[in-house]
């Protein structure tokens, strides 16, 4: 019991952390200031592992490698800090493990934010939020958005995009599980 406890809380922490990398490399992606609560939220929780690794690893135009390392290495540790407390697994298979994590936490993160933006459309609250969750979907959903009209005023995008993320998590499982045998 005390394993699955452990096991929760890293889960939770590094969740939090490597999605948070993960949503700056998105946001630097996507060219979305930082100036609104999103970013600042962002900064504040990955600027002590991404800005030492900038030092380290080669910049490019468009794709922050440090804040994907980052994620990466959070991961990483999860995944060694279980290794250490359970010892009946193999030691090489961590950064497997962590491979898997960090596939797993982007799908996750997309469902979340697909969410996010499905019950802001619902209440339409003027926010600097809702903008940025907004320009956050907005490539994802637009493949959809080609294929499904409107139903009766609604956009059904957003349930479709959950669908495929939803099949994707379970491709992922099966794959990861494949692997590990």
């Known amino acids: 019991m005390l394993f699955q406890i452990v096991s929760f809380l890293l889960d939770v922490i590094a969740g939090l952390l ?3 990398c993960l949503l700056r490399l998105y946001m630097q992606y996507q060219h979305i200031p ?22 380290v690893l080669p910049k490019t135009r468009k794709f922050d490698l440090s804040s994907l390392v980052a994620a990466y290495l959070i991961e990483l540790a999860q995944f060694g800090l279980l290794w250490l407390l359970a010892r009946h697994m193999n030691p090489g298979i961590v950064p497997v ?3 898997f994590g960090l596939l797993r936490l982007v799908v996750s993160g997309m469902i979340g934010l697909v969410i996010v933006y499905a019950i802001l459309s619902w209440v339409q609250a003027d926010s600097p939020i809702v903008d940025v969750i907004d320009r956050l979907c907005a490539p994802l959903l637009r493949p959809f958005r080609r294929l499904i009209p409107l139903v009766g005023g609604f956009d059904l995008s957003p349930l479709a995009l959950l669908v495929v993320l939803q099949i994707a998590t379970f491709v992922l499982a099966g794959v990861q599980e494949a692997v590990l045998r």
């Not at 930082?34 to 030092?55: H, K, M, S």
């Open 18 to 20: 490597g999605g948070a």
């Open 97 to 99: 493990l962590a491979l």
């Open 34 to 55: 930082f100036g609104n609560p999103v970013g600042r939220f962002v900064f504040a929780l990955t600027d002590w592992i991404v800005l030492p690794l900038r030092r």
